[in-house]
């Protein structure tokens, strides 16, 4: 029997089970060097870590001039994206030990990611995550991305569970703001070092300022058992 009573976990994907933000970045200087805008470094990249690729080619297009729509930009970076992606997409190993463990203890699980349906879709088939977290919500799928909580309360929707009884397992603050704004407990293990001390993860449940070199699946897991919701 479960220790965990009726708790669901909900993983953001990218920086959080996988190390994808590098193929992220790629993409994108890429398709920007394609279209006149050399230079782009992982700085700049860094401003739209946990923001989806709708929302990153829209600020694009404005911040660069960009000729091409957003539709043709989105279309291009997803495309360049998947490439990158089912080439090589190396899934943190404590997380995936992770979610083995909840997996092992019946826990309801969901991604909730957002990147494309199709670029979640070849990454947990890469990696073999699809196997322990096969529900995924892509941000494409609801009215608004993080930091709105739309993709997370749809997860809970499909697990059939209240989110009250969810945690989000998140690497980025417009992440986290969507966590809280869910309702939900959230477990936030910082990507960028930088951001440990942002106010937006001030409400996590957990925060572990360290990411993932201090994130072990044990910790997280105890955790888990320590403020589980009581079953009704």
Not at 74 to 97: G, H, I, S, V
Not at 143 to 171: I, Y
């Amino acid at each position: 029997m479960s220790n965990l009573g009726t708790l669901s976990v909900i993983f953001d994907l990218d920086g959080t089970l996988v190390d994808s933000e590098p193929n992220y970045y790629e993409a994108g200087r890429q398709i920007l060097a394609e279209h006149g805008v050399p230079g782009y470094s992982w700085s700049d990249h860094e401003r739209f870590v946990g923001i989806s690729t709708l929302e990153t080619v829209t600020v694009w297009k404005d911040e660069y001039g960009l000729r091409a729509s957003v539709d043709e930009l989105f279309a291009a970076k997803n495309q360049r994206y998947l490439e990158l992606a089912r080439a090589a997409t190396p899934a943190y190993p404590e997380m995936r030990r992770f979610v083995e463990l909840l997996a092992g203890e019946g826990v309801p699980t969901a991604v909730a990611s957002g990147s494309s349906p199709e670029a979640i879709e070849a990454v947990l088939a890469g990696t073999g995550l699809d196997a322990y977290v096969p529900l995924a919500v892509s941000a494409d799928e609801v009215a608004h991305g993080k930091p709105a909580p739309d993709v997370f309360l749809e997860a809970a929707r499909r697990l059939g569970a209240d989110p009250a009884d969810c945690v989000v397992v998140e690497d980025a603050a417009p992440g986290a703001v969507a966590a809280h704004a869910a309702g939900m407990r959230c477990i936030a293990i910082p990507y960028l070092a930088a951001q440990a001390d942002a106010p937006e993860f001030a409400t996590a449940g957990l925060l572990l300022r360290g990411g993932q070199t201090e994130f072990t699946a044990r910790v997280a897991y105890d955790w888990l058992v320590r403020t589980a919701p009581v079953t009704r």
